[in-house]
């Protein structure tokens, strides 16, 4: 048995308020690693197809990994799977901060949370032994100030907390889950589902030794990984955090701008990315457990009388609320970043539904009238901090998008649906496949939606990150579709270990090789696996997310782009340029998986992955 890994799981049931231990099988690491890959068997065999991610039968599990307690570079992250309410099948998401390590220090490779509470409650973990507390006292209170409030209940300030907002509370499609005060699980609405089952949060605290197999080869590898990433953060990530990266998108043509219609905007990306970004809000690295990179920033600044203080905006949220909605007002930005961090709502989706309403607005497809007076004007970020209040508080206009930017589009009507961007009803993230065109496979196929982390082929096309060690050795070209199935799907398998890992994907997307990852696994496991065996536990584990999918009445039909993004650029650097042929690309990209061509893995393939006897 790998020697870091507790076989034991916490099943919390808030129906009827029992928890108690389980033993993991230890093949189930064998053939999943842990972390999201193992959450995701968890939820095919205990979930029913097409079950409501807000009905009590969902489960939500909280997943740690192998590399969890180690102190292994990027090691200070963990998962959650579950069923999402926005997309009605298999979502994930990660968040670091210092959760995942003190629930595996607490005991635990996973927490299932199954059933609904009738009255509020948070779950306090103590060193394995776990209870359910009252939480009226914090029901309705914001996601930042839950945090103090239960370590004051608690009288405990070395825990960690996961909490939900209003918007979990109200059971907002895009509610996220903040994880002490500065890292979010953010998509998926993952905080729907908590504020269904009545959970405001979890409070973990653990201080258990977690042996690993090699300690000194682990140290080593640790010791030379952390100082070769460092170097290359240095004067990027750890001087600016992401924000580094909004220049070098724009100019890229990557950025998100007017919600996708328009190709660029220079003068705007200068203001609200790096340097200005650190200079304006006066922001220092607030980084993770056993982090190099440190690209969670903290910002504190006065503005309108009031002082703004605690995570402040990265790369995604400055592209979706910025960019996006033509807002440059870096502290207007962060306002609106902070009040949803404190709502508990994703950024991402939030940006989309604000920059969409605007494009509305600007169509005349919803007027003031039906904004109560406001008026929904590109680069107002007023109406940007006020839409997005009354999405988090299901109120007003923006209660339209309860349910996500579908439902919001159809209720509006008139051909609001044809602007819409998402994928399965979750909206991009802040990078664009008409510029690097293996996302737009990578997109459509995406398990839990659109999505740049669970599959990250567009790393490769910047910088040429190859994978040698399964015979990627070449990069497709950017604006070519050839060879984007293959990279697609290989991309698609490494994300997918990563999160199983659980990994931050910032370590090799600065360096740390596949082999070097199988190195750090081995040595803490006392596994003797190769990168091989690596890539194709990835496969299976993406293959079973699809599966859900599947079972969920998901196929080809649904593995579309949005029609914007066949619109080409009329400037910069993709100017005339799409991602075309998108459906013969796509059919090779079913080929090279082994799936049939409506998109369903083949009985070969599901017996070959292990997946059926």
Sequence with gaps: MPKNIWRKLLRVNLSNGKLKEESIPEKLFEKYIGGSGLATKYLYDEVPARTNALDPKNKIIFATGPFQGTKIIGSAKFAIVSRSPLTGTFGVTTAGAEFGTRMKKAGYDLIIIEGKSKIPLYLWINDGKAEL????????????????????????????VASIGPAGEKKVAIACIVVDSHSFAGRCGFGAVLGSKGLKAIAVKGTKHVSVAEEVKLKELNKKWFKNIAKTAKETYRAHGTANDIVFCENAGDLPIKYWSQSAWPEGAKKIGAP???????????????????????????????????????????????????????????????LCNRLGIDTVSAGSYVGFTMECFEKGLITTQDLKGKKAHWGDGDFLIDLIGKIGNKEGFGAIFSEGIRQAATTIGNGAEELIVEVKNLDFPAHDPRTYYSLAINYATGT??????????????????????????EVPERFHMEGQARLTALFQGLAAIHDSLVLCIFSPILG??????????????????????????????????????????????????????????????????????????????????????????????????????
Aim: charged residues 30%; neutral net charge; proline residues 5%.
């Design 276 to 338: 200005n970004y650190t200079e304006v809000l006066k922001s220092k690295s607030w980084p993770c457990l056993y982090c190099p990179i440190g690209c969670h920033r903290h910002i504190k600044f006065e503005y309108r009388d009031k002082i703004i203080e605690g995570a402040g905006p990265e790369y995604e949220s400055l592209g979706m609320l910025g960019s996006n909605c033509l807002v440059d007002d870096l502290m207007l930005i962060s306002k609106a970043n902070d």
């Design 133 to 160: 507390k009252s939480a009226k006292r914090i029901w309705g209170k914001d996601a930042i100030e839950t945090v103090d409030m239960i370590k004051k209940d608690l009288k405990e300030l070395k825990i960690s």
């Design 448 to 473: 839990r939606g659109a999505c740049h982390t669970r599959g990250y082929p567009h790393v490769s096309e910047i910088g040429g990150m190859t994978i040698p060690e399964v015979g990627f050795t």
């Design 512 to 613: 740390l090789s596949l082999t070097d990852t199988v190195k750090f696994l081995n040595s803490a496991t006392g596994w003797e696996l190769t990168p091989e065996d690596i890539m194709k536990i990835g496969e299976r584990i993406f293959t079973l997310q699809r599966q859900i999918n599947i079972e969920d009445g998901l196929s080809r039909k649904d593995d579309m782009l949005p029609q914007k993004m066949f619109n080409p650029g009329d400037k910069g650097i993709r100017k005339g340029k799409i991602p075309e042929p998108f459906e013969k690309t796509l059919l090779e990209y079913y080929r090279y998986r082994g799936w049939d061509s409506d998109g369903k893995p083949t009985a070969e393939t599901l017996k070959e992955l292990g997946l059926t006897e």
